[in-house]
């Protein structure tokens, strides 16, 4: 940001993985930060922990696909912080089946949390950023947006991040506001563990399987993502907007 700091960060589905990892960094690096996640008793783990390394957040109670919850966890922000700077859309939620198994409702509720979520919290945060005169927006994609056996409805929703994320960048860039996407590859969560699980796998053998058909011989962190969320928030990357940037390892 070319705003001076304490910068003021919004990140959703902070409850745990890669969102946890994030908005830990963003304390580190002095942001206070909202953490929103499905429910008030998901938030408290990163809450404390921020808090107990002395940084400030809050936790907020947000279904990111619900218009109303998502306007009033704004108006929280704004009430708890001042203003909003930074946004990281990265809630999110796995319903992985192929296509003649695949529900209308897994469809259904991936579209909704990942994309409808996305375009609501970015509608939500332009509203405060704009007057400001800047902003930073960074959203998460997936290297699952090339498609991905099993995952048509998650598949098509991190491609559409993809879209959303270039087409935000030019309607908020007059505005000082980047819009910038990351595109994990695998990264070691509680996300991943339920792939594993699903596929009948142990999540270590899942982790080891993967990491040998990774270049860097190793799967992801979280830490690996908050990094250049980071990065994307801070000053260096104040002329970066519209970008999908792979973090995936060198993933084929
Ligand atoms: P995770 O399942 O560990 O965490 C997701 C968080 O989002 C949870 O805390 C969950 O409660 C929250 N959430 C789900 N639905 C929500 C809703 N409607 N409103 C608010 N919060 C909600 O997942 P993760 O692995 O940390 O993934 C984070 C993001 O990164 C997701 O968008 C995911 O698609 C993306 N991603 C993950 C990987 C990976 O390998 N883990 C790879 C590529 C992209």
Redesign the pocket.
Known sequence: MNRKPPLVAVV?????????ATARRLATDGAAVAV???SAS?THATVHAIGAAGGRAVGIA????AADQVEAAFARVVDAFGRVDVLVN?????RDNLLFMMTEQDWDTVL???LR?AFLCTRAAQRHMVPEGGGRIVN?????ARGNLGQAN?STA?AAVQGLTSTFAAELGPHGITVNAI??????????D?TARRMGLEPDAFRHDTAARVPLRRV?S?DD?AGVVAFLAGPDASYITGQTIHVDGGHP
């Open positions: 959703t589905g902070a409850g745990r993985g890669i969102g946890a929103l996640d499905r998901d947000c279904d990111v696909a990265n809630a999110g939620v796995i909704r949390v990942h979520g998460l994609s997936s290297i699952a998650y991190k595109a994990p590859g695998f990264i070691s969560t509680p996300m991943t339920e992801g979280p993502i």
